[in-house]
């Protein structure tokens, strides 16, 4: 039989067993904890090993590593009243743990919201081609807007990154109609130019044969090589006069 003794040396045991138990905290080397005494702030601790108090301090394990929230998709409409569904994915990481347990209930569903509300609002400060052609200006935007606004919650965004841009079936159709519109603009700007430069190639060309008048003539026998080499079986072509000239001024006899 234990004596009272005995008894009271096994309750001391597995009171600082227990004791131990609820004191010692381990974090990680990405986890901090926010402790609290008696439910005013006191410091923030770890990693490693850690000491607290039992019912009289109380600590929130805090994980610094990035955090990957994705955005639902949104229905934002641009500056040009067209109407689109966005989604998004933000990488954000706590920088102050203290600040991210008391300035806010919930940090990562106060990102989430906040990040909804800048993406509507942002991309409906935008047209429809911004948001195709210039994507990373616009991630560019978001993130400065919502870090300036989580940087009181001791939150750090580090990007964003806009996923998807749906439009609706007509707005495709519209857009593909654009696109076949500019196309062919493109192709008639190019043969406007082409035409003018070969205008202004044929002009300097004239201006250099009638500085020398055998010139035109060497001209119009070469001419003649090249449709002789063709199987015509008739061909009509102007004789010039320079080439006649000569004769038709020769004395009768």
């Known amino acids: 039989m234990f004596s009272e003794f005995d008894l ?10 227990a004791f131990l138990a609820s004191a010692i905290r381990i974090f990680r080397e990405y986890e901090r904890g926010v402790v ?3 439910g005013r702030f006191w410091m923030v601790k770890g990693p490693g090993l850690v000491i607290i108090i039992p019912a009289v301090q109380q600590v929130v394990r805090v994980d610094l590593r990035t955090v990957v929230l994705e955005v639902p998709t949104q229905d934002v409409i641009s500056r040009d009243n ?3 569904k966005v989604s998004a994915v933000v990488y954000f990481r706590i920088v102050d743990p203290q600040k991210a347990i008391i300035q806010v209930e919930d940090y990562l569903n106060a990102t989430s919201q906040l990040a909804q509300t800048m993406l509507r ?14 994507r990373e200006k616009l991630n560019q935007d978001i993130r400065e807007s919502l870090d300036a606004q989580t ?17 609706t079936e007509s707005m495709i159709r519209a857009i593909a109609r654009q696109a076949e519109a500019e ?14 430069q070969a205008a202004e190639k044929l002009f300097e ?23 002789g080499a063709d199987k015509n079986t008739t061909i009509v072509f102007p004789l010039p006069m320079d080439l006649v000239k000569p004769f038709l001024d020769r004395p009768k006899p």
Request: hydrophobic share 55%.
């Open 121 to 134: 609002s942002v991309l409906g400060k935008h047209s429809l081609d911004d948001m195709l052609a210039e």
């Open 36 to 38: 609290f005494t008696l």
């Open 8 to 17: 009271f040396a096994l309750f001391a045991v597995f009171v600082v067993i």
């Open 183 to 196: 196309r062919e603009r493109r192709a008639k700007v190019i043969h406007a130019e082409g035409e003018l």
């Open 205 to 227: 060309a004239a201006k250099i044969l009638a500085q020398e008048p055998q010139a035109i003539q060497l001209r119009y026998l070469e001419t003649l090589t090249v449709i």
């Open 82 to 84: 067209v109407s689109v």
């Open 151 to 167: 940087d009181s919650w001791g939150i750090k965004v580090a990007n964003v990154e806009i996923k998807q841009v749906d439009l």
